[in-house]
């Protein structure tokens, strides 16, 4: 009963290093999701993904990119990393039929979050 | 642009009393879900109720209940007889479909804090 696993829990980077923040889910979900959450803030939305092999950008998605390779992975890379990185991010996943059809009341499944800070 | 709105960054109140928390949203989609999460101080995401934009009755979970007036774009979460654990970070989400795909939008979120 795993759900959203994210790896790691905490890192710490320097500027200019580079990271892979993973994301997987055993639950068979076409949607996976990147947030990252600042400081007392909501969460927003960095890349999306409806399916293996389809991405987009979400609302802020400069300085990473994503691969969706299998259903079941979802990695987020950061490149030079730059201290307005320093954020959690969250990984979610979520189930949608492709005939637009929804399961209503389905939420997001959200992993644990990565406590990411670059100094 | 479709949007949430948490208008209480704070909110206090005394064990055993209610307390609602405002969501206000703004969307053209005729079909949306509305959404509560709990952020408690660990950190993790917790669901805690759903209200369909087409559903006519309030939803309710156990000590929660959505007050949701359709033509005011609100969807309040009720929280009735309050516990010191129910103290922590409130998110009100809206899942949204647009150009034939489903994302969530947050609001800033409501610390709220239960005093014994």
């Known amino acids: 009963n795993a759900g959203v696993t994210q790896t790691p829990k905490f890192r710490i980077l320097k500027i200019g290093q580079s990271m892979t923040l993973q994301c997987t889910q055993d639950?068979?979900?076409?949607?996976m999701y990147w947030y990252r959450q600042d400081p007392g803030m909501g969460l927003k939305l960095i890349y999306y993904?409806?399916?293996?092999?389809?991405?987009d950008k979400g609302e802020v998605p400069n300085g990473y990119n994503v691969s969706r390779s299998t259903t079941e992975d979802f990695p987020l890379r950061l490149e030079l990393a730059a201290p307005s990185q320093t954020s959690v991010y969250f990984c979610?996943?979520?189930?949608?039929?492709?005939?637009?059809?929804?399961?209503?009341?389905?939420?997001?499944?959200f992993g644990d979050g990565t406590r990411l800070s670059i100094l | 642009a479709q949007k949430i709105t948490q208008t209480q960054p704070g909110m206090f109140v005394q064990e055993k009393e209610a307390v609602t928390l405002d969501c206000t949203y703004d969307?053209?989609?005729?079909?949306?879900?509305l959404f509560w999460y709990k952020q408690p101080s660990s950190g993790e995401m917790i669901f805690l109720i759903y209200?369909?934009?087409?559903?006519?009755q309030n939803a309710t979970e156990g000590r929660y209940s959505l007050n949701f007036q359709k033509a005011r774009k609100s969807a309040n979460l009720v929280i009735s007889a309050s516990q010191l654990g129910d103290s922590a970070m409130y998110f009100c989400?809206?899942?949204?479909?647009?150009?034939?795909?489903?994302?969530?939008?947050f609001g800033t979120g409501t610390r709220l804090k239960v005093l014994a």
């Open positions: 979610a996943s979520s189930y949608f039929l492709s005939t637009g059809i929804t399961f209503d009341n389905q939420p997001q499944h």
């Open positions: 639950m068979n979900h076409n949607y």
């Open positions: 993904s409806v399916g293996a092999g389809i991405t």
């Open positions: 969307t053209s989609d005729q079909s949306y879900g």
């Open positions: 209200q369909g934009s087409y559903d006519e």
């Open positions: 989400a809206m899942r949204e479909h647009t150009s034939g795909t489903y994302k969530y939008i």
